[in-house]
């Protein structure tokens, strides 16, 4: 079966009135997925408890406690970033990690075929020392963190079709050859970073991919990415672990981003995705929730896209 993560803490985040990012994103692809039929067809995973040594993974000590800190004082911002928080923000972020991480273990240890993770705040923009772009921590580079230290996998692929670039795990992984990032995205645009030069430095040069593309862009540029750029790439590094950022914020009407996919074209994208995987990771693929703030294009492409991986 595919497995499910969606735990109601979540819910505890509230990045204040009229924040995009908000609690109605959450309740909108639960509602939506159930009301699709899909949940009866889904194993629901229960997050894991998170610890500082997982956390300690990717994120500084510092910026944890900093962060960990103001978010429980009631500050209404992080200071290291554009990251709106409520004293409910740090138990939330929490929780979405401990998905992403229940996620990786029940995927990896065979007790399902693949896994989703619907959860908020989302996590690619956090860098290793800095909260930022709606994110606290970074919960996809934590699961690829997690899934090396607690499971013994040497390779980790993490594919990103946000329409924004994750800075944050770009920077995680930029220096380190076990973990290749892959990125479509639109430039310019926020947060200014993945230009196609950037690919890693030292250990890790080689191991990020950018590919940035026009607003405007659709299933014709990001479907060439994928399929010319990443699938031999993906097949010369032969990951033991695919990993996705799913941001749906690259569906067309979104109101933070300018791309045109539709709903099939994500559920194509993850068949593209999955493809990669057999031969090296057996098929195993955890999907991780990141953007998408036009409540019902998120719910409707959330939801085809979890349909794609029940029907691998």
């Not at 969606?6 to 985040?13: F, K, L, S, T």
């Not at 993945?194 to 990020?208: D, L, M, Y």
């Not at 026009?214 to 031999?232: D, H, N």
Request: charged content about 20%.
């Amino acid at each position: 079966m595919t497995g499910f993560v969606a735990d109601a803490r979540c819910r505890e985040h509230d990045s204040g009135p009229g924040h995009p990012e908000s609690v109605k994103r959450f309740d909108a692809v639960l509602a939506r997925i159930i009301q699709a039929g899909l949940i009866e067809r889904v194993s629901r995973l229960t997050p894991r408890a998170i610890t500082r040594d997982d956390l300690l993974l990717v994120h500084t000590a510092e910026y944890l406690d900093r962060a960990e800190k103001e978010i429980r004082a009631g500050a209404e911002q992080l200071s290291t970033g554009d990251t709106s928080v409520s004293p409910g923000s740090w138990d939330a972020a929490m929780c979405a990690a401990g998905s992403v991480l229940a996620a990786v273990d029940a995927v990896v240890t065979g007790e399902v075929k693949n896994a989703f993770s619907v959860h908020r705040p989302p996590g690619h923009h956090a860098t290793p020392s800095r909260g930022m772009g709606f994110c606290v921590v970074n919960n996809v580079a934590l699961a690829a963190r997690h899934a090396q230290k607690s499971h013994g996998l040497k390779k980790v692929l993490i594919v990103d079709w946000d329409v924004h670039h994750g800075n944050g795990t770009q920077d995680a992984f930029y220096e380190d050859g076990t973990v290749f990032f892959f990125s479509t995205h639109q430039s310019p645009w926020y947060p200014g970073t993945g230009a196609a030069n950037e690919t890693g430095r030292g250990a890790g040069k080689g191991t990020t991919m950018n590919v940035p593309l026009p607003a405007g862009s659709g299933r014709t540029e990001i479907f060439a990415a994928f399929q010319e750029r990443l699938a031999p790439a993906a097949e010369a590094f032969a990951p033991e672990l695919i990993l996705i950022s799913a941001g749906f914020d690259s569906r067309k009407e979104d109101p933070l981003g300018q791309f045109t996919l539709s709903d099939s074209d994500f559920a194509d994208l993850t068949d593209i995705v999955a493809g990669l995987a057999p031969k090296s990771a057996r098929g195993r693929v955890v999907s991780v929730l990141e953007g998408g703030y036009n409540l019902a294009g998120l719910a409707s492409a959330a939801t085809a896209h979890l349909e794609a991986l029940l029907e691998l």
